[in-house]
């Protein structure tokens, strides 16, 4: 079965404490992964795409990355506007249907 | 752009009662989607649409209907509301099926008593 598994549920740093999200997945074909942040009382909003192991996207303080078994969001001296949770989706095979994760609770503390 | 709206934000229903979450973009996109959002889980899909007209089921289903008469619109329809689809419930838009970015609405908190 397609599953999409995000560690830790909920992750808290103090405000330039580096750290990294992580997205585990096991689907048949992947076609891409996604990456969304949510803020509270919000929809979720796009942040990266990968296409391939090996690849990378960076915006501002975030870093996803890509390997075959897993992606991370690492996230380099984060700011307290950086406190969202983060979600990560996968599509795979002829399925166009997204596999969401249940999210990383992110908290910045200043 | 307004992107993609959703209303009401917030609804309270009791158990047996009907009630149409409404969805709209002003993208132009073709493919539409309404999720739903529970603690602990990830988005599920419930519904789905290809173009104006067409319509699909997704993950979970059962207790909703959705139809498509523009491109723009996409209402979800509760028939006989239970305390089991207490959530909220988000719209998405995209310009295709394939992979490119959705755009979600502000999403609707349900309470089912």
């Known amino acids: 079965e397609d599953q999409v598994t995000q560690s830790p549920e909920a992750l808290r740093l103090q405000e330039g404490e580096s750290s990294s999200l992580n997205c585990s997945y096991t689907v048949s074909g992947l076609r891409g992964l996604f990456w969304y942040r949510q803020d509270p009382g919000k929809g979720p909003e796009f942040l990266f795409t990968?296409?391939?192991?090996?690849e990378e996207k960076e915006k501002e303080r975030l870093k996803a990355t890509l390997t075959k078994k897993e992606s991370f969001l690492h996230i380099t001296a984060p700011k307290p506007e950086d406190s969202a949770t983060y979600l990560c989706?996968?599509?795979?095979?002829?399925?166009?249907?997204?596999?969401w994760g249940a999210g990383t609770k992110l908290i910045i503390k200043p | 752009n307004a992107g993609v709206t959703q209303t009401p934000k917030f609804q309270v229903l009791k158990t047996g009662q009907s009630m149409t979450l409404q969805c709209a973009q002003d993208m132009n996109h073709e493919y539409m989607s309404w999720y739903r959002q529970d603690p602990g889980m990830g988005l599920r899909l419930i519904h789905y649409s290809v173009g104006a007209g067409i319509t699909d089921q997704g993950e979970v289903p059962n207790g909703y209907n959705v139809s498509r008469s523009t491109t723009e619109d996409f209402p979800l329809r509760l028939l006989s509301a239970a305390p089991s689809q207490t959530s909220v419930y988000f719209c998405?838009?995209?310009?295709?099926?394939?992979?490119?970015?959705?755009?979600f609405g502000p999403g609707t908190r349900l309470l089912v008593l």
């Open positions: 998405a838009s995209t310009d295709g099926t394939g992979l490119e970015t959705q755009y």
């Open positions: 989706a996968v599509q795979a095979g002829s399925n166009y249907q997204l596999i």
């Open positions: 990968l296409y391939s192991a090996g």
